[in-house]
Each structure stands twice: as C-alpha cells, then as structure tokens.
C-alpha cells in the first residue's frame, strides 16, 4: 500500500507535466502557423481549380471562375479583402481544438511508451521499437482527435467564409449548425478524420522517434559516448520535426480534403466564393473520393497541398520542440 502512494502522485505529475507541455505547444504551433491554415482550407473547400493551369487542362474556363487560383494570389485577396486579422479567422476555436487535443495526444502518448516500455522516463523511450512508435502515436491521435473534433469542426467554418461573414462569431455558427444539422452535425466529418489521423499521427511520431534516433546516432558517432553529447540539440529537433511533418502531410493530405468537405457541407457559404457543398453531397467517404476525382481530377484531392504542406513542417517542428523544451522546463520545476 505504502508503494501504490508513493507512485501514483508521480504518475499524476508526470500526466499533468505531458497536458501542459502538450497544450502550450499546441498553442504555440497554432498560432505561428495559422494564415498558411487559412489558406490551405479556402483551397480545400473550393470546388472550383485552385490553379490556372488546372482551368486550362480541364477547360472549364467556361464555367464560375475560381475566386483562388494559387498560394500568393489567395495571400493578396485575403489581405485586401480581409485585413491581416483574415489570416487568423477561426483561431480562437482552433485554440481549443489544438491545446486539449496536443494535450491528450502527448498525454495518452507517454502513457502508451511507458506501458511498453516498463519505464516513465523519456530516456528510456527511446529504445522502442520504431513499429511502438507508430502504434502510439496512431492510437494517441486516435484520442485526441475524440476528445477536442467539434472545436475542429468549428475552426474549419470560421476560417472558410471570408467577408462578408456568414457567421459573426463562434456561438452564431454553433447555434446554426444544431439547428440544420442536429447534436450529431458537430461530429461531421468525424469518419474521415479518423481514417486520417490514424495513419497521420501514426507517421508523424514514428517519423519523428526516427529521426530523433538518427540524431542521437550521429551525435554519438560525431562526438563522444557520453549521453549529454549524444542528445539532440533543439535546432537538431526542430528539423526532426520539420521532416516528420512534411513526410505525414505529404501521405495523408487527400483525406484531409474529404474531411473538410465534410465539414462545411449543407452550411451557408457567400456566393463570390465559389458553389457550396449541398447537403448530403456524399453518402460516405469513398464517395467523396469518387466524386471529388470524377468532377476535379486528382488534383480535387490534392487542394491546398502546398500551403498545407509549408504549414505542415513548421507546425511539426514547432510542436515537437516546444513540448520537448517546455516538458524538461516543468520537469525541473516539480523534481
């Protein structure tokens, strides 16, 4: 009895220092890198091109034109139209989708590789297997993604409407989407997001405990045995991050787009930015991948792949160092 006391105020602190380190990196990442998310999603919930050049190919200049049709072109519409405050539209749902969402992600993660691993030490996670690292992560996204979507779901609509607003503010587009849509409507989207996340978190965890292996390696080899040597530095991680986000993005990116459709489909949505998605538009996620190829093309699926994808790396890399320097910030303030 007296061991079951001693341990579990540990394992609380060791939770409570994981949801904060986890949140405040979230927040971080989020806000750093929110216009690239802004851009990423008018692309996705765009039905028509996003490029000129997808106009000509397809030769569709005969019908509604495209209100964007590449990266720095939606960046000068967005700020003349907009402001500067356009490029965080959404934001503050977004901030509670991501702080308790990076929160219970780390969270559930350190519980998984200490349940493996036998050990609650970071140290001794590194030793696992790469084939852990992408179970845990998959299953920590899995939980996360459970815990915060309706936030999601809500930052999606905000930063997809541009001016005029269709929905004021967060309470308005809450109250309208209960009203069409019922409790479940907050859920939309909510298969495809899980077919993604899993494989997503799966990659960017794993990718990342990879590279961080990697590091530690040639540290190892480039300068001595010693285990303060061997650690990564913070620039070491950042690019750890970088490269684990690029390569996830890059993989999970069409399931992305379909959720998004997801999402905003059967919402109000201003005419000057294209058609909206009806209502019941797609009866499941493989008929929106059918869908989405027969009236776009493959290029449909790949919409916004270019900011989402610039946004992907930093806001890996930002994450992954925040929570590292963050968690050993707490850890030394609590032992």
Not at 70 to 86: H, N, T, Y
Not at 160 to 173: D, F, H, I, L, T
Not at 240 to 245: H, I, V, Y
């Amino acid at each position: 009895m007296v061991f079951v006391a001693m341990e579990e105020p540990s394992q609380l602190k060791r939770a409570m220092i994981d949801s904060s380190a986890g949140a405040i990196s979230g927040g971080i990442s989020r806000t750093v890198t929110s216009p690239l998310d802004v851009i990423k999603i008018r692309f996705q919930v765009q039905l028509e091109p996003t490029s000129s050049w997808a106009l000509l190919r397809r030769n569709l200049a005969a019908t509604a034109p495209s209100k964007y049709t590449g990266m720095f072109q939606a960046s000068k519409d967005i700020l003349r139209e907009e402001g500067v405050q356009g490029f965080w539209r959404g934001n503050v749902p977004a901030l509670l989708m991501v702080m308790p969402y990076t929160a219970i992600q780390f969270t559930v993660l350190h519980k998984l590789k200490t349940f493996a691993s036998g050990s609650s030490k970071t140290e001794n996670h590194i030793g696992l297997s790469p084939y852990l690292s992408y179970v845990s992560g998959a299953l920590a996204g899995c939980a996360a993604t459970l815990g915060s979507y309706p936030f999601d779901l809500l930052r999606t609509i905000l930063a997809s409407q541009g001016e005029p607003k269709v929905y004021p503010n967060m309470r308005s587009a809450f109250v309208d989407i209960i009203q069409t849509r019922g409790f479940q409507g907050m859920y939309a989207g909510l298969s495809p997001t899980l077919v993604e996340i899993i494989p997503y978190a799966g990659l960017q965890f794993g990718t990342y405990d990879t590279f961080k292996r990697w590091a530690m390696a040639w540290n190892h080899y480039r300068y001595s045995n010693t285990s303060a040597e061997n650690s990564p530095s913070s620039f070491q991680l950042f690019l750890c991050g970088l490269a684990a986000g690029t390569c996830a993005k890059l993989v999970c990116h069409p399931l992305d787009v379909v959720k998004k459709r997801f999402q905003i489909e059967g919402l109000q949505r201003h005419p000057r930015y294209g058609a909206r998605v009806e209502r019941r538009a797609y009866s499941s996620m493989f008929d929106a991948i059918q869908r989405i190829l027969r009236l776009e093309g493959w290029a449909g699926l790949y919409k916004g792949i270019i900011p989402s994808t610039v946004k992907a790396a930093p806001a890996g890399a930002v994450t992954f160092v925040a929570y590292e320097l963050t968690s050993d910030w707490l850890e030394s303030l609590v032992t």
